[in-house]
């Protein structure tokens, strides 16, 4: 499971607290905020010059990340069995590899092949590769691919759960990608147009975005998005939605406006677990074991009816993806 | 090989366009991150170097040097890191023996300038993310930290700044063939005034780009701003003859007096800000 970030400290009757006023209907969250908010965020693209994509994003807590993509040209592992068909009709399949897009992510302190970064890099890559669209996009032609490393840098020390500022910065990065255009024959070897003004974005107008992967947390029936530490400490249960924008093409045929495009799910191990036990007087002989507590740590799992509602919370039209997905959209634009 | 050198006896211009004693744009910012205690961000020509300080704040018992005989002192930690983007190439560079070279020079040097005995067992530590390489990596590292230091109130004796300085070198020329006292005072002019006979000058240049660092003989020197111009750290890490040395230091000390300007500059529009912002 995910290798919890630092603990907050918080003694169990503010965990208490903090849990009740979550728990009411509406929620009354610690800074003020309606359950479905996020909070503010300054973010830009574009930032360093070297690089296929880069952005960097700031949270409101003074988190910070930078991400750097760069593509480059790698010769494909010839596959003899399968190019059989591909020549026949003309039309090659574009087929890309989970191998072509590799991620690092650089946490202070970690060491790069620890738990909490190798784990975050995974779902991250997950969620990407779950839009196969985009490996697809790497193939230049049956000998050559492009491979895409993208490094993330995490600027401050991970005082919350680092996912979705990385997820953000990730996806702004990739939108800001461009690959030197192709000017030789697609079947030769491949030689690129130097003008780099030229270049294609790697996700084009015409195709979904890159996905963006949001922590919601459940306490009680309550659904708050974008989480902070303190919230994370008393939650029932985490869950990180990677979400992409839906397609142009789904988004002009049907009415209204069609939900986003859920790419995958993954329920965290929230630090609330590793919260002590609180007691208001010695335990009571006889009693249950989860009354006279001013604080048990949350046991158990996340009900299907409760997941469903978490989903809808996410994806539906006008819900939080779409309102993050637009927001990034304005960054890059 | 000849890259520069072929074209640079000609015009005098680098291969940028600069004239042998220009720096290139130095760009920094300071308090760039207010989660920090103290941050800047720094860019010489393309060299993008992000520094964070924390601290001075109370170490982790056993940790390396922090034992019984450091108590009148205080630790400092310098952590590099080179993101792998940051070059032309992707790279991964995991601590390579460059890296830990290059933090403990700097360790080295801001243990001479900041003021440790303040701060009697507790911990500072730097952490400079690399965000785009093009040549005086150390420099820009040891600017940036200046900076970062400066934001987060650590008192320091002075500036303490760097810059690099390269020598143009003919391929044929393994030695100068003048005596050093006679190289003309303006080292430009020397090519000219050889009355046709190029082979035998070689100039100092200042403040290497990335091209002509993998070409030329460099050295990094850092200095205490002010009179003394005291050498804190000097780094040759090329072959170059011996009678080069002094003058490229001299070049080098030179720069460095205008890099301290420049650094000033930063730190008093900050600071007036802060004023004025209440």
């Given at each position: 499971m995910a290798p919890s970030a630092t603990q907050t400290l918080l003694s169990p009757a503010e965990l208490s607290y903090i849990h009740h006023s979550l728990s009411l209907s509406p929620p009354i969250r610690p800074d003020g905020r309606s359950p479905t908010e996020f909070r503010p965020l300054f973010a830009e693209t574009d930032i360093l010059p070297n690089t296929n994509g880069s952005a960097r994003v700031c949270f409101a807590d003074g988190s910070e990340a930078i991400a750097g993509v760069k593509a480059e040209v790698e010769r494909s592992i010839a596959r003899p069995g399968l190019d059989i068909s591909a020549d026949d009709d003309g039309e090659e399949e574009r087929h890309g590899e989970n191998a072509w897009v590799e991620m690092s992510i650089e946490i202070p302190g970690h060491r790069d092949d620890d738990a909490l970064p190798v784990f975050l890099a995974a779902m991250l890559t997950e969620a990407l590769l779950a839009d196969s669209e985009l490996k697809d996009r790497l193939w230049i032609n049956r000998r050559f691919h492009w491979k895409l490393y993208i490094d993330i840098l995490l600027l401050s020390p991970p005082s919350s759960y680092p996912l979705p500022l990385l997820s953000l910065t990730t996806h702004l990065s990739l939108l800001s990608t461009h690959l030197p255009a192709l000017i030789s024959d697609p079947a030769d070897d491949p030689l690129f147009n130097d003008?780099?003004?030229?270049a294609t974005p790697l996700?084009?107008?015409s195709s979904s975005t890159p996905p963006v992967t949001l922590l919601v947390t459940t306490i009680g029936e309550t659904i708050l998005l974008d989480p902070t530490p303190e919230e994370l400490a008393v939650a029932d249960a985490v869950l990180a939605l990677s979400v992409a924008a839906p397609l142009p093409s789904k988004a002009k045929k049907g009415k209204g406006n069609p939900q986003a495009r859920l790419l995958a799910i993954r329920t965290l191990d929230p630090p609330s677990r590793l919260t002590p036990l609180g007691t208001t007087a010695g335990p009571t002989e006889g009693a249950p074991p989860r009354t006279g507590m001013a604080w048990a740590p949350p046991q158990g799992g996340l009900k299907r009816e409760l997941l469903s509602r978490v989903i809808k919370a996410v994806v539906a039209p006008g819900g939080g993806a779409e309102e993050v997905l637009a927001g990034l959209a304005g960054v890059v634009a | 090989m000849p890259l520069d050198t072929s074209s640079y006896s000609l015009?005098?211009?680098?291969?940028?366009?600069?004239?042998?004693n220009e720096l290139r744009r130095i760009h920094a910012q300071i308090s760039?991150?207010?989660?920090?205690?103290g941050s800047s961000y720094l860019e010489m020509g393309n060299t993008k170097v992000i520094c964070i300080v924390s601290g001075p704040a109370e170490g982790k018992r056993g940790a390396g040097a922090g034992g019984g005989g450091e108590r009148d002192q205080s630790n400092i930690v310098v952590e590099i890191s080179v993101a792998g983007f940051s070059g032309v190439d992707r790279k991964r560079r995991r601590n390579d023996r460059r890296t830990t070279e290059l933090q403990h020079t700097i360790t080295q040097a801001l243990q001479a300038t900041v003021y440790t005995s303040h701060y009697g067992g507790s911990t500072i530590t730097i952490s400079l993310h690399v965000l785009?390489?093009?040549?005086?990596l150390l420099a820009a590292c040891i600017n940036a930290a200046t900076l970062a230091l400066i934001d987060a109130g650590v008192p320091m004796s002075d500036y303490l700044v760097a810059c690099t300085a390269g020598s143009t070198t003919h391929a044929s020329a393994s030695a100068p063939q003048k005596p050093v006292g006679q190289q003309a005072s303006i080292p430009g002019l020397s090519s000219l005034s050889g009355g046709g006979n190029f082979e035998d000058t070689d100039d100092p240049l200042l403040d290497l780009n990335g091209l002509e660092e993998q070409e030329l003989p460099f050295l990094t020197v850092a200095t205490l701003g002010g009179e003394r111009d005291a050498v804190v750290v000097c780094l040759l890490e090329t072959r170059v003859h011996a009678a080069r040395v002094e003058e490229m230091l001299a070049v080098g000390v030179d720069g460095c007096k205008r890099v301290r300007e420049i650094l000033d500059g930063v730190v008093r529009v900050h600071g007036r800000r802060m004023v004025e912002g209440g």
């Open positions: 003008d780099w003004h030229s996700y084009p107008p | 015009a005098l211009l680098r291969l940028d366009g600069r004239r042998w760039t991150q207010p989660s920090a205690d785009a390489q093009d040549g005086a």
